[in-house]
């Protein structure tokens, strides 16, 4: 009788590596997914409560800027409106007279007395009336935040009521500081210590122009960066 032959199987220690990397590759595919999932939802949240942080008018990116500054252009134009009308109405009204020794004998100023002030208030009832026609413009702009052609007529119409302003206020106001302070050269007496109320009214017209001079100036570099943000957009 011949012994059974004995059969040894040789392992080279492939086939377990084998199956352990690839149970090792089974194991971590999922982690590494469920990891990246995880943080692109970490991100996705974080970005919506950065975003509900945010005013509702800047949510929505750079036309939101937009319609902010729109908005904002029309709560200013609304706000110049009261001292434009306000230093015209004023203006126009000034009127006093001053009697000297008798009734006949009267000293009288009046603002039409006064070229520079004829032309203050008609330059203040233009802006006026210009800031209340601009209004539906501004409100085009709110609506429409990408519409730039109200917005650039806007500006060159802010631009030209700003200078006429100005000019206006600056002639007003060499006047009203000649009659506070008069002129020693020229041998103008200062007539404010008599007629009061008159260079009262005039002055305060003259502070409101200005404050409307500030205000379209504001108007104008908003309207230039929202215009120079569109077209870099």
Known sequence: ?????????????KAPAAAAAASSSYATAPTTTTGDAAA??????????ARRGLPLLLRSGADGFRRCLAVIDFVLRVAAFGPTLAAAIST???DERLSVFTQFFQFHARFDDFT???????????????????LPFSAVCILRPKATGARLFLLLCDVVVMCLLTSAGAAAA???YLAHWGSRRANWVPICMQFHG???????????????????????FMGAGAIRRRRHH
């Open 1 to 13: 009788m011949s012994e059974p032959a004995t059969v040894i199987h040789m392992d080279d220690g």
């Open 40 to 49: 692109a939802a970490g991100t996705t949240s974080s970005n919506n409560k």
């Open 92 to 94: 126009g009204t000034a």
């Open 116 to 134: 520079a002030f004829t032309f203050f208030v008609v330059a203040n009832a233009v802006a006026a009336g210009y800031l209340v026609l601009s």
């Open 174 to 176: 060499a006047i009203v």
């Open 198 to 220: 008159f260079c009262q009214r005039t002055s305060g017209a003259v502070v409101a122009t200005f404050l409307a001079v500030l205000v379209f100036v504001v108007l104008i």
